[in-house]
């Protein structure tokens, strides 16, 4: 079975730091397309950055510039790396894998918290 595994997630200060990290196992990693998504409370997920099986990024904007989400093949893992953080990053934050199958579908992991305070 698919599997999403998050980590990296937890609290710091804003302006600071984190990487996160998403392990993929039972699919073919360099042929999916990957994602981060964030969740608020009493919001809607939304989307964060993606990237292709060509490295091709895509970012919401209110991450341009602070975020970078990347891959290595090798290691079947997708990062985001998270910079300039503000109280208004803080969100549940999920990896996403679409292996670009017919019929579409999606694969979750569980989620990893990431909280901005002072």
Known sequence: QVQLVESGGGLVQPGGSLRLSCAA????FRF??????????????ELVATITTGGS???ADSVKGRFAIS??????????????LNPEDTA????????NLVPKRL???QGTQVTVSS
């Open 57 to 59: 990024t895509n970012y």
């Open 92 to 99: 549940l934050y999920y990896c996403n894998a679409d292996r």
């Open 25 to 28: 196992s039972g699919l073919i």
């Open 107 to 109: 694969y979750w992991g």
């Open 71 to 84: 891959r290595d093949n090798a290691k079947n893992t997708v990062y985001l790396q998270m910079n300039s």
């Open 32 to 45: 999916a397309t990957m994602g981060w998504y964030r969740q608020v409370p009493g919001k809607q997920r």
